[in-house]
């Protein structure tokens, strides 16, 4: 009788432990609600990956907020959301202050690589060597209007600080209102280079990207090595073997400390979340990817 009612009470307590621990966590990683803050220059890779997610997990639901990259800091640090994606890990600063108001980042990891893609309107110049690039970004070029999805972009970030190294950058530029605004703007300026992530032009497959492609051409670049004698653009190949010399990562950076609903959907994206960024042309960090040489003609 005491061996039952001992046994009985353990099942209780277990009972109450589950209880307490939905209180304490209201997901887990297939279920629940979440929020999180994702760089708007990887939206439609983004929500390709959260309806697949979506699809295979019902009871999950994930509502992702696409923003400028340093919005999306802000949220991370404001501790309005404890998943963001951007196209870098935290600063030193970022970290300290996350330290001060006793934010603990618990994983910061790079999932794919991918890069700036240039467009340009249909019959404007699509090919350019990376010199002359390097002077229309300098502003030295000044016929030539750079435009970017929004002022506070990582891509803005990523000319000033990675291609420019701090160098002063043309200040002929245009802040559009977002992605598909920059689209729509270069289409109808053809003195007009649009700076915009890869994610947007890289999925043929896509009948958005392939309305608007129709209108624009994304721009080649012969980069600064002479081992390499074409103009490259931002295909997959040339990303992984960084022969396209504007290449960045996309990062998730966490403060979920149990093993909820942000965790679960950061373990998708690094396993069967991977295959589906490969065959969106982009290229995978978290997987092998065999890269044949073919002969193009």
């Keep these: 009788m005491k061996k039952i009612l001992s046994l009985l009470t353990i099942a209780i307590c277990f009972v109450f432990a589950a209880c307490d621990d939905a209180a304490i966590y209201p997901d887990n990683q297939t279920m629940g609600a979440i929020a999180i803050s994702v760089d708007e220059t990887y939206k439609p890779i983004m929500e390709e990956q959260i309806k697949i997610f979506e699809g295979r997990y019902p009871k999950a639901k994930i509502k992702a907020?696409?923003?400028p990259e340093a919005d999306c800091i802000q949220d991370f640090i404001k501790d309005t959301t404890r998943l963001i994606f951007i196209t870098r890990k935290l600063t030193a600063d970022e970290k300290k202050i996350c330290e001060q108001k006793?934010?603990?980042?618990?994983?910061e990891l790079a999932m794919l690589r991918d890069a700036v893609a240039f467009i340009v309107a249909k019959g404007a110049k699509s090919e350019?060597?990376?010199?002359e690039f390097t002077k229309i970004l300098k502003g030295e070029s000044t016929d030539v209007q750079l435009v970017f999805d929004n002022?506070?972009?990582s891509t803005v970030r990523y000319i000033q600080d990675t291609v420019l190294q701090g160098a002063p950058m043309t200040k002929n530029n245009y802040a559009a209102k977002g992605c598909q605004d920059l689209i729509n703007y270069v289409q109808t300026n053809p003195k007009s280079i649009g700076v915009i992530?890869?994610?947007w032009v890289a999925d043929n497959a896509d009948t958005t990207t392939e309305s608007f492609l129709k209108k624009l051409d994304v721009v080649g670049i012969l980069p600064y090595n002479d081992s390499i004698t074409r103009y490259r653009k931002p295909y997959q190949a040339y990303i992984g073997l960084k022969e396209y010399p504007y290449c960045r990562e996309l990062f998730f950076i966490s403060k979920e400390g149990?093993?909820?609903?942000g965790t679960g959907f950061a373990n998708y994206l690094g396993r069967d979340g991977q295959l589906v960024f490969s065959?969106?042309?982009l290229f995978p960090l978290q997987m092998e990817v065999l890269i044949r040489d073919v002969n193009v003609h």
């Design 65 to 67: 907020v696409y923003k």
């Design 102 to 107: 006793k934010i603990a980042v618990t994983r």
């Design 128 to 131: 350019y060597t990376q010199a």
């Design 151 to 153: 002022q506070n972009s």
């Design 197 to 199: 992530g890869v994610s």
């Design 258 to 261: 149990y093993p909820g609903l």
């Design 279 to 281: 065959k969106s042309k």
